[in-house]
Nanobody
């Protein structure tokens, strides 16, 4: 079993920055893909970014150039540096992981989420 624990959410003004962390523990050998997803009120969960064990990353268009995903395989942690935050970035951010990327609902393991609120 794998446990994912997110941290780093909070309240920030538009234009500000936050860094999210997701620490993995347990049987992590098969966690090739680690990613960040978000769900805003009344909306479906969507991909923000994911990164493979080899360091290949992919971002959703709305965050390109503002967010950066990184991964420390030794610390078993994935990070999301979020800059130039906008009110529309407000959501619960979830860490998801698995052997492959299977979409916003298809990852093998999920954290409980951390709330990011961006005020205008």
């Amino acid at each position: 079993q794998v446990q994912l624990v997110e941290s780093g959410g909070g309240l920030v003004q538009a234009g500000g920055s936050l860094r999210l962390s997701c620490a993995a523990s347990g049987s992590i050998n098969g966690l090739n893909v680690m990613g960040w997803f978000r769900q805003a009120p009344g909306k479906q969960r969507e991909l923000v970014a994911f990164i493979t064990r080899a360091g290949i990353s992919h971002y959703v268009g709305s965050v390109k150039g503002r967010f950066t995903i990184s991964r420390d395989n030794v610390k078993k942690t994935v990070y999301l540096q979020m800059n130039s935050l906008k009110p529309e970035d407000t959501a619960v951010y979830y860490c998801g992981s698995g052997s492959l990327y299977r979409g916003p609902s298809g990852m093998d393991y999920w954290g409980k989420g951390t709330l990011v609120t961006v005020s205008s």
